[in-house]
Nanobody
Framework: QVQLVESGGGLVQAGGSLKLSCAAS??????MDWYRQAPGKQRELVAT???????NVVDFAQGRFTISRDNARNMLFLQMNDLKPEDTAVYFC???????????WGQGIQVTVTP
C-alpha cells in the first residue's frame, strides 16, 4: 500500500523557518512535489524534484524554499526560510510514477505563519 506521510508543520512567526518532511512507502517514485492550499484558494504547486535531483521552485518560493529528496530513504523535504503570513496553508506531498502513470497525495500538514 502506498503512503505519503507529511511531518514538520506547525506555527511559526514571520521570518522564521520550518522543514517539512514526507515519508513515502509502498514503492519508489519519479517526480515528487510539494503543493499547498490556503483557505478559500485553489491548491497550488510549490516545488518539484525529479528522481535525478533536478528541481523547480515556483516564483513565490524562489530564494526562500528548497526542495530535496533522499531516494535511499524514500523521503521528500521542503526547507522553508523567511516565512511570510501569506505562506500559511496546508502543505501536501505529491508523488508520481511514470510507468504506469499514477500519482499519490499525502494527507496534508498545516503551516501557520503569524505576523
Amino acid at each position: 500500500q502506498v503512503q505519503l506521510v507529511e511531518s514538520g508543520g506547525g506555527l511559526v512567526q514571520a521570518g522564521g523557518s520550518l522543514k517539512l518532511s514526507c515519508a513515502a512507502s509502498g514503492r519508489t517514485f519519479d517526480d515528487m512535489d510539494w503543493y499547498r492550499q490556503a483557505p478559500g484558494k485553489q491548491r497550488e504547486l510549490v516545488a518539484t524534484i525529479t528522481r535525478g535531483g533536478t528541481t523547480n521552485v515556483v516564483d513565490f518560493a524562489q530564494g526562500r524554499f528548497t526542495i530535496s529528496r533522499d531516494n535511499a530513504r524514500n523521503m521528500l523535504f521542503l526547507q522553508m526560510n523567511d516565512l511570510k503570513p501569506e505562506d500559511t496553508a496546508v502543505y501536501f506531498c505529491h508523488a508520481e510514477t511514470m510507468y504506469p502513470l499514477l500519482d499519490y497525495w499525502g494527507q496534508g500538514i498545516q503551516v501557520t505563519v503569524t505576523p
